[in-house]
């Protein structure tokens, strides 16, 4: 299969996937079943026909409205599906259409529903931190084995420095974070570093910007979530993080 045939195929699988990792992002924080009930509106509980449940397209032709009552439904399913769509084909452009592709595909699919419960409810659930973890050291033994002490290591590195950060100021930094930044270590390796300084400058860029809009009191009950800047600097680390890294050397040493 080329590239671009497999980038076209990841693309579309994605957006299927993504609107799986919708139902994800709800049920799982509240500890319903992923798989029964299917898909159906919020509102009026009414299933969803399967032809109304095509990724982002059966948005479109329902106006963002469930066909039963009429009742809104959140911009955000289709967002979640077209992105997830985007990020898989972009991974096959990156890593092209053979095992180098598995690692950083997976990656970029888990993030997608810890950003989502992070926005939401402020945490990372463990078994998806779990999933991640061994799903990554499987996946480095079986298409890259010889990485995977560059791994472990990167993963201690990212873990420990979270770990310091919230144990110096808890307010600041959850445990969630702390597994989260030990998982990417897992999947990106040297990568992470660049990913951990993306995912502080935005996040600081970010606090920064709310303290200004609402004053320090204020500011700093917002509460605002780490995990979905980690997520940015993860996908910052899937398809530049090497490079970044080289650029770095090449430059510096």
């Known amino acids: ?44 509980e009414t299933p969803i026909k399967p032809y109304d449940n095509v990724p982002v397209l059966g948005w479109i032709w329902l106006r963002g409205r469930c066909r039963a009552c009429g009742a809104r439904i959140s911009w ?6 077209a992105v997830t769509g985007l990020l898989c084909a972009g991974v096959v452009l990156k890593y092209g259409a053979d095992s180098d592709l598995w690692l950083p595909l997976v990656f970029v699919v888990l993030l997608v529903p810890i950003t989502l419960i992070d926005l939401d409810h402020h ?5 998806l931190t779990g999933i991640g973890a061994v799903g990554a050291i499987a996946l480095v033994l079986a298409f890259d084995s010889g990485s995977l002490t560059e791994n472990l290591i990167a993963a201690g590195a990212a873990g420990g420095f979270f770990l310091l950060a919230a144990l110096v100021y808890p ?7 702390v597994k989260l930044a030990a998982v990417m270590g897992l999947y990106l390796g040297r990568a992470v570093a660049p990913a951990i300084f993306v995912a502080l400058l935005a996040g600081t860029v970010v606090g920064a910007f709310v303290i200004a809009r609402f004053g320090v009191k204020e500011g700093r009950k917002k509460g605002i979530p780490f995990g979905p800047w980690l997520a940015l600097g993860g996908i910052v680390g899937v398809f530049a993080g090497d490079a970044i890294v080289d650029w770095y050397l090449d430059t510096f040493t």
């Open 76 to 81: 955000r399913y289709p967002v979640v599906e």
């Open 171 to 177: 307010a600041g930094m959850g445990m969630g974070d």
């Open 123 to 127: 945490i990372i659930p463990n078994v």
């Open 1 to 44: 299969m080329s590239t671009a045939a497999g980038a076209v195929l990841a693309g579309i699988l994605g957006a299927i996937l993504g609107s799986f990792l919708n139902v994800v992002a709800y049920r799982l924080p509240r500890k319903e079943s992923l798989l029964h009930p299917g898909s159906r509106c919020p509102e009026c």
